[in-house]
């Protein structure tokens, strides 16, 4: 974990996995690198909230595998959900919903949904996203998601839900850097740099 720049009320604290999807950011914002995978990520951004100084808001930028055709370029995010944790076989044995799928509303304010995603994937204006801690490279897991997401990253719900935890509005953004499959590796270290571009661009130009 690393904070780059002081937290304060009136900005947000831009939130990323790797430095290197964060090599290219101009900005007076802080930004807090996380780390890979979802328990990385929930520590440094609860830690970071629990030091008393609490952001505008979460924001948290990065790369992530696209799952249909045509799924390319920046996405925000609607709705995220763990696709290794199984919120409904849980709640049925311990009458719990401690990982519920997280729909981020307008405000950015975080809402539990006590069901799975409400909608079938494909739709752009509404994307879903799918977290968990396995890097996504074909297979029959990615066939699965395919049928319930149209992204798949490994922070994105972390995030979320520390900033629901804490009261927090959070967005989640996206850039599409491979497809999910079996050249996912490569495709992802071939082109992170540019995605890194990409995502700067958005900090730069979309947050105030």
């Known amino acids: 974990m690393e904070l780059l720049g002081r937290v304060d009320a009136a900005h947000p604290l831009v939130v990323v996995a790797l430095e290197q999807e964060a ?3 101009v900005t007076d914002f802080p930004v807090l690198v ?6 990385r990520a929930a520590l440094a951004v609860a830690h970071v909230l629990g030091g008393g100084v609490r952001p505008r808001e979460l924001v948290n930028v990065g790369t992530a595998g696209g799952l249909h055709p045509g799924v390319e370029g920046t996405h925000e995010i609607v709705t995220v959900f763990q696709h290794d944790f199984d919120d409904v076989a849980l709640h049925a044995v311990t009458g719990r919903h401690d990982g519920p799928p997280l729909t981020l509303s307008p405000t950015n304010a975080v809402v539990p949904e006590a069901a799975p995603p409400p909608r079938a994937p494909g739709g752009a204006a509404a994307p879903v996203l799918t977290t968990g801690d396995s890097f996504v490279a074909g297979g029959p ?5 395919a049928g319930v997401a149209d992204l798949v990253d490994m922070e994105g719900y972390a995030v979320a839900a520390a900033g629901a935890a804490f009261g927090l509005p959070t967005r989640l953004v996206k850039h599409v850097s491979d497809p999910a499959d079996e050249s996912a590796g490569s495709t992802w270290t071939e082109g992170v740099d540019a995605c890194a571009r990409v995502l700067a661009e958005w900090v730069g130009t979309r947050l105030g």
Do not use: I, N
């Not at 996380?34 to 328990?39: A, I, L, M, R």
């Open 34 to 39: 996380t780390g890979v995978g979802k328990v």
């Open 141 to 145: 897991l990615r066939d699965r998601l």
């Open 23 to 25: 090599r290219h950011f």
